[in-house]
């Protein structure tokens, strides 16, 4: 394809590259007034200086060669470019834990791009743990690849899929635990997702991803997968939804959170991830796991293992995720409740106020079935629609508080519950109510 031959390249160099009937991954000698280079033709970044030819020279280094300059060039061969990792054979021990890996996409199974010059899916998880042999020794592996996507693209209906592949393999394969490989920009709606619609586990599930992408040299992909695959199969594991990541920016520990508690809370540093008004469950340092003392997990626990595990795949998707902001008007609800949403969260300031002037648009919302919750956008701390007038004002409206869940967990819990239960009173009996440790009983003072 023509895209191919020439990716990325346009104008004056487009021009010139059919003028020499040359393509990307040709190997060529360029002549020019001071020297002679020999290199590889790259695709390039397709917003970059059309006037420059991209060459990768036999040293490694990539080099840039403004067309104007040449006197000669000369075609000396060809190279095809390769960027998956060549799957390899790695010998099974039987006597070690089965884990199987599921890939979700992401960073995590992702590599550079050079037309757009970021990062693009491409490793499948056996490639990540063809990449990664010392895996091989903590369990026996098995990858499956249940989408390739970054995880802005992953919606309800993929949450559906992990789930009935979690379920298949409790019902066939009995793994001691499974990892699931996910991009990190919405991997806590995911935990969240798989925490409420999975009642008591038989095995831990872990979720693990990268803020950089494997081919990089500061890449948290191996550091975070080795210490996920350690945790799962070991015994010592709890049996529900963690996420686990790096916990400081070098390479000494990985946190593990719970999926209910956790966020992402930088964009790109690798100690991105926190538990939000508690102590994580605990960390993996050195191969060993240890656990948070229990005065410090203050999250509430939830007795629930004289029930079967039961694996629930049912969502509402017309639920809203609405953040309050200074001059917010009526009708950013009025869309919700014209298109038929069955559920709104409102991500309310400080002890999850909003407006005044949406009070008569919510009440119109309550009167046609809509729930509506709010909790706190500072993340920290409590709702408390007690305290102040305004807040009294939104109870009587109907807005249900529901402490201090994050926002993201009472938008999922709320489009789980929605999916699950007919009648409005026990929905909001429900979102009040702990299930999977989502609410706190209180918050450990912290500096910040």
């Given at each position: 394809m023509a895209e191919e031959k020439y990716a990325g390249y346009r104008g004056s160099t487009l021009?010139?590259?059919?003028?020499?009937?040359?393509?990307?991954?040709?190997?060529?000698?360029v002549t020019k007034a001071d020297s002679s280079i020999k290199g590889v033709i790259l695709p390039r970044n397709e917003l970059a200086d059309p006037n420059f030819i991209s060459l990768k020279l036999s040293t490694g280094y990539n080099i840039g060669f403004n067309i104007e300059d040449v006197l000669r060039v000369r075609k000396i061969g060809r190279f095809q470019g390769k960027y998956r990792i060549p799957k390899v054979e790695i010998a099974q021990k039987p006597a070690l834990p089965f884990v199987p890996i599921l890939g979700c996409g992401?960073?995590?199974?992702?590599?550079?791009?050079?037309?757009?010059?970021g990062t693009i899916p491409a490793l499948t998880p056996e490639e990540l743990f063809s990449s990664f042999p010392e895996i091989a020794e903590l369990a026996r592996v098995e990858t499956s690849l249940l989408f390739d996507i970054f995880s802005e693209n992953i919606s309800f209906g993929h949450y559906v899929k992990i789930l009935t592949e979690i379920?298949?393999?409790?019902?066939?394969?009995?793994?001691?635990?499974?990892?699931?490989?996910?991009?990190?920009?919405?991997?806590?709606?995911?935990?969240a997702a798989l925490s409420f619609s999975i009642t008591n586990p038989p095995f831990p599930i872990v979720i693990t991803g990268s803020q950089r992408s494997s081919d990089r040299p500061s890449s948290d992909s191996f550091f975070n997968l080795y210490n996920s695959v350690l945790y799962a199969a070991s015994p010592k594991a709890k049996k529900e939804v963690v996420v686990i990541m790096h916990e400081k920016s070098s390479d000494t520990s990985c946190t593990i959170h719970r999926g209910t508690r956790i966020r992402k809370m930088h964009s790109s540093r690798r100690d991105a991830f926190k538990t939000i008004g508690g102590s994580p469950l605990g960390r993996i340092t050195e191969r060993k796991i240890s656990f948070a003392k229990e005065e410090e997990n203050l999250s509430i626990e939830v007795e629930l293992k004289d029930k079967p595990c039961q694996i629930t795949k049912k969502f509402e998707e017309k639920v809203g995720l609405i953040y309050h902001y200074p001059g917010i008007q009526p009708g950013v609800l009025d869309y919700y409740i014209e298109a038929g949403y069955k559920g709104i969260v409102l991500a309310g300031t400080g002890l999850?106020?909003?407006?005044?002037?949406?009070?008569?648009?919510?009440?119109?919302?309550?009167?046609?079935?809509?729930?509506?919750?709010?909790?706190?956008?500072?993340?920290?701390?409590?709702?408390?629609?007690?305290?102040?007038?305004?807040?009294?004002?939104?109870?009587?409206a109907g807005v249900v508080s529901v402490f201090n869940i994050l926002p993201e967990t009472a938008y999922i819990k709320l489009a789980y519950l929605l999916g699950n239960y007919r009648k409005?009173?026990?929905?909001?009996?429900?979102?009040?109510?702990?299930?999977?440790?989502?609410i706190t009983i209180r918050e450990k003072f912290q500096e910040f």
């Open positions: 021009d010139w590259l059919k003028k020499q009937g040359l393509e990307v991954w040709d190997e060529i000698e992401g960073t995590i199974a992702s590599r550079l791009d050079y037309q757009t010059g379920e298949s393999l409790i019902q066939n394969d009995a793994p001691q635990g499974i990892v699931l490989t996910h991009g990190t920009d919405t991997l806590a709606f995911t935990a999850g106020h909003v407006s005044s002037n949406l009070i008569p648009t919510i009440k119109k919302a309550n009167e046609n079935e809509i729930v509506i919750v709010t909790t706190t956008q500072c993340l920290h701390g409590f709702t408390g629609l007690s305290v102040y007038e305004s807040g009294r004002q939104l109870q009587k409005t009173e026990k929905i909001i009996e429900l979102m009040k109510q702990n299930l999977k440790g989502e």
